[in-house]
């Protein structure tokens, strides 16, 4: 990255180079490049507009002046998730001090909004196409739930395994793993819309069915472990201690074994290492499909709906610190 910024200003004469980053403020592993370490041993860099770790570094405190490799101290930026925090970034191009602040993004903008009738133009002409989604019934949830609950962690990965195996033709899938944090909306409560799932799920993932040893799954659970845990069908149960080690581990209430395999459903997101999941990269394909997986949500949670059943889940944790 700095490299980049050095050819930036000594050859394409920028003045400025700021750092768009997607690596987090921190690594889970000691090592792992991150905005800290990259900031630190940087000449170059004035500014890094940050993300993924989902930090909320606040303006004003020291977390977000970090001194480079001169002494310098460049803003770091970060925003937290779900849209709930807008940042804002003024450069001044004379002097290049950082004017770096946070905006709520709550209730309070609403009126504001209606107000603004050049926006509200601009929108019209999207306005039917999203409604029509938005209002477009599927289902009903029996109960409601926030996005970062076990709940829900439950009830996607639990969809997936139903889902699965009528769609890649592998028999004998052993669990799901998901991601908790490509979960993006709560379920409400009563009737649930086309257009609420497709916010719940908005990525352009898909379902991959991946065939990993026991060996390879264990140091695929130690890495969810070390953040607390994921989502995870109830095909598994896991507990792990205070240093984030894997104590236990079973799948359909037997042990995992290192020497066998196992067949795992996820999303290529982290079949290809994402959310620091390398042992997955690890592991053989044996199926990618090419629909994304919210589609095949919705699909489901109409399937449901013929059937006369509601959305609903258990509130179990499957991962338990202990």
């Avoid at 069915?209 to 130690?222: H, M, P």
């Amino acid at each position: 990255a700095d490299a980049t910024a050095r050819y930036l200003k000594e050859v394409q004469k920028v003045d400025y180079a700021v750092m768009v980053s997607h690596i987090g403020y921190d690594s889970y592993k000691p090592g792992d490049p991150n905005d800290s370490t990259i900031i630190a041993s940087s000449h170059y860099i004035d500014l890094v507009v940050g993300g993924h770790s989902h930090t909320v570094l606040k303006p004003g405190t020291a977390y977000c002046q970090i001194g480079n490799a001169d002494g310098k101290p460049i803003t770091v930026g970060q925003n937290g998730k779900s849209g709930k925090i807008v940042a804002v970034y003024d450069l001044d191009l004379e002097t290049g001090a950082v004017d770096y602040r946070h905006i709520a993004v709550d209730a309070s903008w609403d009126e504001a909004a209606r107000r603004y009738t050049a926006m509200n133009s601009w929108l019209d002409q999207y306005r039917h196409g999203v409604d029509s989604l938005m209002n477009s019934p599927v289902g009903e949830s029996a109960r409601s739930w926030k996005n970062s609950s076990a709940t829900s962690q439950n009830w996607v990965s639990d969809a997936t395994m139903a889902i699965i195996e009528t769609i890649s033709g592998v028999k004998g899938v052993d669990l799901a793993i998901m991601n908790k944090g490509g979960i993006r909306t709560d379920m409400p409560q009563g009737v649930v819309t086309e257009g609420l799932l497709d916010s719940m799920f908005p990525f352009d993932n898909r379902f991959v069915v991946l065939e990993l040893t026991g060996q390879q799954l264990l140091d695929a659970l130690q890495v969810m472990a070390g953040r607390g845990g994921d989502a995870v069908s109830k095909e598994l149960r896991a507990t792990f201690n205070d240093k984030g080690q894997i104590t236990q581990a079973k799948v359909k209430g037997k042990k995992i074994k290192p020497e066998r395999t196992y067949k795992v459903v996820t999303i290529d997101y982290l079949a290809n290492g994402g959310d620091y999941m390398v042992p997955f990269t690890r592991g053989k394909r044996l199926f990618v499909d090419e629909e994304k997986y919210g589609k095949h949500i919705i699909n489901y949670v109409r399937s449901l709906t013929a059937a006369g059943k509601k959305i609903d889940s258990t509130d179990e944790v499957r991962m338990v610190k202990k």
